[in-house]
């Protein structure tokens, strides 16, 4: 998604804003663009679809010298990428960048239209260019300007806003949209998040929705919806610079399949004492509330959404409550019926993902007698902000697009509160607490091992080399594993997967197994195993290719027709759907490699989508 950096420093902006913008890449985007004041105090531009490469090349030739600026990263929403749809837009002395949606921009650009401005773009973001520059000839300042504009606008926005008749500050706004103020020794800045900032700064302030900063070099000030100014904390990051470093990996992505013992071991950390799950690292208030609990609704998008699907079956078998998992962006738009006594969860590895915000959001308004808990891995994202009990999982940075490590924690820390819930609802005894607690502390061990697979699937996925199209299938929580798997495969290789309980496979997807269909099967030895073994006799007598992952117990047979692939000894019900994710992202990575696609920044797709 749209990526913002600027700052205002004593030395010359460009370099930071552009290593600032490398450092966005991850988000997703198709064009980028750069704005400073100069020392003769006009606006200076330069902007550029494609890689940042792309602009780097411009600013060898126009290079920009100021040390005051902005920079955007832009994620194409109205209007194809193009250089004239990339930010910063400019209106006369006024230049921004923007985040978001604004949903009124037609009625707003008619207006500005009467008033004479045009335009040059097809964005919805130039309106606030132009506003700001209108709205200039009736304020006293550039700060009252802003404040007056974003009144007006409807949607969302993180904004970046300077002047050329103000060369010494940059005014920030958000509004449902992240933005930051990074806090330096040589300047203060702004983003979209820590990532960009990280060279320069470990303080931020984590702006609130409707709050307007001015920012100078020396001086920050915040001014909430009412225009009061107010305080908001300097929050000191612990991520470090090197955190976002590729290492010895070629990929973040491979990277961070690899990090997934520490991932979990760090999430796991100070949440068992004794052998037993804390309940109380789900807020002070947790035992409390977990203790009044009836119904659990998990809301999610994406990845984070499988992980909940995976979560329902452990709530309902293990802890004995009744959940339902939905995917954000449908959820907020239903009118569903939100019982009295229910946990409303979200998880989500960024906290920033709209649809997920708005659902909880609407879930508040539906219900306001509901608790709920985010699941997240990013401390002080919008979504932690503003649920009841907070679970950070301790990944670390996860910088490639498709959600690796993320998923993973998000189910270490899902068995954490299935557990916790189970205990103080008494549907789960010591015994069954302490074989969850092992089988946990074991996982960092058995996430190495299935790791070790990886050699012998990198030489699988080749036979993947000309497929367009592919069936994942699983039972149970597998059926939520071959999800993720198929999102990861169509994510980074671009090969359509689609995923199916095994067992609906007859009522319609069997059409269309042939010998150029592969058929993923992950197969656990569980109580489900001797009905998927006959849905996978169904799929072989049909010609299909099929790859099945199995553990030590499945003992399913090698054919040509059919290579199985032993990736770990028996497992428990919790254990099972985290490890057996481990060889189907490794498959997806290969294949991906297989098909020269850019796997850390898949095409049209943004690392967090923070609009609609
Ligand atoms: O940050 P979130 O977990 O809320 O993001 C949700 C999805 O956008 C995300 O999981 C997406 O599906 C990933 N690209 C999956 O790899």
Redesign the pocket.
């Known amino acids: 998604m749209c990526g913002i950096i600027g700052g205002v420093t004593n030395q010359n902006i460009t370099p930071l804003l552009l290593s600032g913008l490398k450092n966005l890449e991850y988000r997703g985007y198709d064009s980028s663009g750069i704005v400073v004041i100069s020392d003769k105090r006009l606006l200076e531009r330069q902007r550029s679809v494609g890689r940042i490469a792309n602009l780097e090349k411009k600013l060898i030739i126009k290079n920009l010298h100021g040390e005051i600026g902005i920079a955007h990263t832009r994620w194409a929403t109205h209007g194809k990428p193009s250089d004239e749809n990339a930010h910063p837009h400019i209106s006369n002395s006024i230049s921004i960048v923007h985040n978001g949606i604004i949903e009124n921009y037609v009625n707003l650009k008619n207006q500005l239209i009467t008033k004479g401005y045009e335009f040059t773009s097809d964005t919805d973001s130039e309106i606030i260019a132009h506003s700001i520059d209108f709205a200039m000839k009736t304020c006293k300042s550039l700060t009252s300007a802003v404040q007056k504009v974003v009144k007006t606008l409807e949607g969302s926005y993180g904004l970046g806003v300077i002047s050329s008749n103000f060369p010494n500050k940059i005014i920030a706004a958000r509004k449902g949209s992240p933005l930051i103020i990074g806090v330096g020794k040589k300047g203060n800045y702004i983003s979209s998040d820590q990532m960009a900032l990280l060279s320069e700064t470990n303080k931020f302030i984590f702006l609130e929705d409707h709050d307007i900063a001015e920012i100078k070099i020396d001086q920050i000030k915040i001014f909430d919806m009412n225009s009061n100014q107010v305080e908001r904390p300097i929050v000191i990051s612990n991520i470090k610079a090197g955190e976002v470093d590729k290492g010895k990996y070629s990929h973040f992505m491979q990277k961070e399949i690899f990090e997934q013992p520490q991932a979990i071991r760090d999430t796991l950390e100070s949440r068992i004492t004794n052998d037993k799950v804390n309940c109380s690292a789900f807020g002070h208030n947790a035992e409390k509330i977990f203790k009044s609990i009836k119904h659990i609704q998990i809301v999610?998008?994406?990845?984070?959404f499988n992980a909940g699907l995976v979560a329902k079956y452990w709530f309902e078998d293990i802890s004995k409550i009744p959940c339902n998992v939905e995917v954000a962006s449908e959820y907020r738009y239903r009118r569903p019926i939100l019982l009295d006594k229910t946990l409303f969860i979200t998880?989500?590895?960024?906290?920033?993902?709209a649809d997920?915000i708005e659902a909880l959001k609407s879930a508040k308004k539906l219900n306001r007698s509901i608790n709920s808990l985010c699941i997240c891995n990013a401390a002080e994202s919008s979504l932690s902000r503003i649920s009841d009990l907070v679970f950070l999982t301790h990944a670390g940075p996860e910088i490639g697009?498709?959600?690796t490590k993320?998923f993973t924690t998000q189910l270490v820390a899902m068995a954490l509160l299935v557990c916790s819930i189970g205990k103080l609802k008494n549907t789960i005894d010591v015994d069954s607490e302490n074989l969850i607690v092992q089988g946990l502390k074991k996982l960092p061990g058995l996430v190495n091992d299935a790791l070790l697979s990886d050699s012998a699937i990198k030489s699988l996925a080749k036979s993947f080399k000309d497929k367009t199209s592919s069936l994942f299938l699983g039972r149970g929580t597998m059926y939520a594993i071959a999800l993720e798997g198929a999102?990861?495969l169509k994510?980074i290789s671009y090969i359509h997967a689609e995923a199916y309980p095994a067992g609906e496979l007859k009522h319609g997807p069997i059409a269309l197994i042939d010998e150029d269909m592969p058929v993923v099967a992950v197969a656990p030895n569980d109580e489900l195993l001797v009905k998927l073994k006959s849905n996978l006799n169904e799929v072989k007598s049909r010609g299909s290719q099929m790859i099945v992952f199995e553990d030590e117990k499945s003992n399913i047979k090698s054919l040509d027709s059919m290579k199985v692939f032993q990736v770990t000894s028996n497992l428990g019900r919790i254990t099972a759907p985290i490890i057996f994710t481990i060889p189907l992202q490794l498959l997806s990575y290969h294949v991906a490699l297989v098909k020269g696609t850019d796997v850390d920044k898949p095409r049209n797709?943004a690392?967090?989508?923070t609009v609609e």
């Open positions: 999610a998008c994406g990845t984070s998880l989500s590895q960024s906290g920033e993902t997920t697009v498709a959600s993320s999102l990861k994510e797709l690392k967090s989508v």
